[in-house]
């Protein structure tokens, strides 16, 4: 139990389009989502955080309008990366809070990997 | 910031013990010691927590020292495919709701 998966697993990219990615909870709900990003070589950042119905919450430096976040369902939230650029290109991985027994914790999806030429 | 420390990468040959070493010197009474690990171009996945006693599961043991200050991750029959590179983390218990701060991470490389 406890699975994550994130559509696209790869997209490239003309500079200036958007790209949408997507984070589903596949059997559990997920009241929680966290989106990271990971630049080769260099460790998980976390962009924002999401609650399910509500507007996301972003860490500083972290530009709400070109990264938007919609969390419309228990099972799935979206990130949407607006009018891409080269340096956004990057790691983006996407964590679900749920319930493993009595334990509450974050399970990770796979990643989807942005390639903007 | 991330509130541990580790060595930047380690070595371990097939079928040995991997010891990975943690420190945590700042790490208040509420506060867990979380393991992940991530593959290459892989999400994160969860191996191990402990509050202050040594816990095991199916993927690896964790060991405490009495003050909490540092933790060691042990997997004792290392394989290829534990090679990744392994992030100690820590938080309060149910890290659900509460965002996880990754350091750098130790790169363990598994060889033959």
């Known amino acids: 139990g406890a699975v994550v998966s994130q559509h696209p697993s790869r997209v490239i990219c003309k500079s200036g389009t958007s790209v949408k990615i997507e984070c589903r909870s596949l059997?559990?709900?997920?009241?929680?989502m966290f989106w990271y990003r990971q630049f080769p070589k260099k460790s998980l950042m976390l962009m924002a955080t999401?609650?399910?119905?509500?507007?996301?919450?972003?860490e500083q430096g972290v530009e709400k309008d070109k990264f938007l976040i919609n969390h419309a369902s228990l099972t799935l939230s979206t990130l949407t990366v607006t009018s891409a650029h080269p340096e956004d290109s990057s790691f983006y991985i996407c964590?679900?809070?749920?319930?493993?027994?009595?334990?509450?914790?974050?399970?990770f999806g796979p990643g989807t990997r942005l390639t903007v030429l | 910031d991330a509130k541990t420390t580790q060595p930047t990468s380690m070595d371990c040959a097939e079928g040995r013990a991997a010891n990975l070493p943690c420190n945590h010197s700042?790490?208040?009474?509420?506060?867990?010691v979380y393991w992940y690990r991530q593959i290459h171009s892989q999400g994160p996945q969860y191996i191990i927590h402990g509050l202050k006693n040594n816990e095991t599961n199916e993927m690896a043991s964790l060991i405490i020292t009495e003050d909490r200050k540092s933790s060691t991750l042990i997997l004792p029959h290392a394989t290829l495919r534990d090679t990744a590179v392994y992030y100690c983390i820590v938080n309060e218990k149910n890290t659900g709701f509460q965002k996880l701060v990754f350091g750098t991470g130790t790169r363990l490389l598994v060889s033959p």
């Open positions: 999401s609650n399910e119905g509500s507007k996301a919450t972003y």
């Open positions: 059997d559990f709900q997920a009241t929680t």
């Open positions: 964590s679900a809070s749920g319930l493993a027994g009595v334990r509450n914790e974050q399970f």
């Open positions: 700042t790490i208040s009474g509420n506060e867990y």
